[in-house]
């Protein structure tokens, strides 16, 4: 070989020295087996507050989870500085397999599907009678959130004092959903508080609802009173105001075992990531039914085998009924 005039050989070349060293590269992770067990109550601008053996300790997710992102309500594994003492940070190195996920889109035609509360056991769907005026299409998106996501509904209408629940009951009874009547007179006394804390024992509640419906008033009479969230006033028509809820957390039930989850209130309740055939799934009644049905059957069309079904005697007509309002909530928005 000629180089520049001169012949060269093996020893006129030159190797840069790797930086990275000859350390090789692996793809195993470490298994954590001694990583303590914990509960997210609460997530903050990347820092994670959970609760590891009775104390609160603050944790960041290790880099070797990717994407995955941990929420209120995940069960974690940690490990480093679990003391919990200012200034400290763990670390979240798995995120078990969860049992429930109550999920949401920020519109119908927005892909990126945010994930509200982990292994919840039921939903709490809080809605004013008045003040603001209830809206049905919000609560109806709400269940079909609840049922995709394998949590058990449950309808808690507030201010029963300015309006009475009798038109929403029957728009909701063909469902079958537990449910409780409360007043402000109520909070003020006890009862309510009472009467919902029979619903919520031995159970993960988290709490869902349009602003202004008094869902974290309702929230601060079920836990202690060191633990109660800052109240605002919000327009019920506009929707503007101090929105004190910015973030979910969970709180311990106060004189009982369980733990409610406050979320931020609702301003819409995105279906995008919904599969609609995941709903007939909460109507044990007329599942059986469907077996007629054509390949992807919608059930709310011309084929369909559930018309039958029901009218045979199956099933009671409103079942169906309230089955199609809730796989039409997709295709509407909650104001429609």
């Avoid at 055939?277 to 369909?304: K, N």
């Amino acid at each position: 070989m000629r180089r520049y005039g001169r012949h060269t050989d093996e020893d006129d070349i030159r190797v840069r020295p790797s930086r990275r060293g000859n350390r090789p590269r692996t793809n195993i992770r470490p298994k954590h087996e001694d990583a303590a067990e914990g509960m997210v109550l609460t997530v903050d601008r990347g820092r994670l507050t959970c609760l590891v053996d009775g104390r609160t300790v603050v944790a960041m997710k290790a880099r070797e989870l990717g994407r995955k992102a941990a929420v209120v309500g995940d069960q974690v594994a940690l490990v480093g500085d679990l003391s919990g003492t200012k200034d400290t940070l763990a670390r979240i190195v798995r995120i078990e397999k969860r049992t429930s996920v109550l999920r949401r889109t920020a519109d119908d035609d927005d892909p990126y599907e945010r994930v509200v509360v982990a292994n919840a056991d039921q939903l709490a769907i809080v809605v004013a009678l008045a003040d603001p005026e209830p809206r049905p299409r919000l609560i109806d998106r709400c269940l079909v959130a609840a049922y995709d996501g394998g949590l058990a509904p449950l309808l808690v209408m507030t201010k029963s004092d300015l309006a009475p629940p009798d038109e929403l009951l029957e728009l909701y009874g063909a469902l079958d959903i537990p449910h409780v009547v409360t007043s402000r007179e109520g909070l003020e006394s006890g009862d309510t508080a009472d009467r919902v804390r029979e619903h919520l024992d031995g159970k993960v509640t988290a709490f869902v609802g349009h602003s202004g419906v008094g869902k974290t008033t309702l929230v601060n009479a079920l836990v202690s009173e060191e633990r109660r969230r800052e109240t605002g006033r919000v327009n019920a028509v506009t929707g503007r105001g101090r929105h004190t809820t910015t973030s979910a957390l969970a709180l311990p039930l106060a004189g009982a075992s369980g733990w409610v989850v406050d979320t931020p209130g609702l301003r819409s309740f995105g279906l995008a990531h919904i599969n609609p055939s995941r709903v007939i799934h909460a109507f044990p009644d007329l599942e059986p039914g469907t077996g007629g049905c054509p390949r992807a059957c919608g059930h709310d069309e011309p084929d369909c085998a559930l018309d039958e079904w029901v009218a045979e005697g199956h099933a009671d007509p409103a079942r169906l009924y309230s089955l199609r309002r809730l796989l039409a909530t997709r295709e509407r928005r909650e104001g429609d």
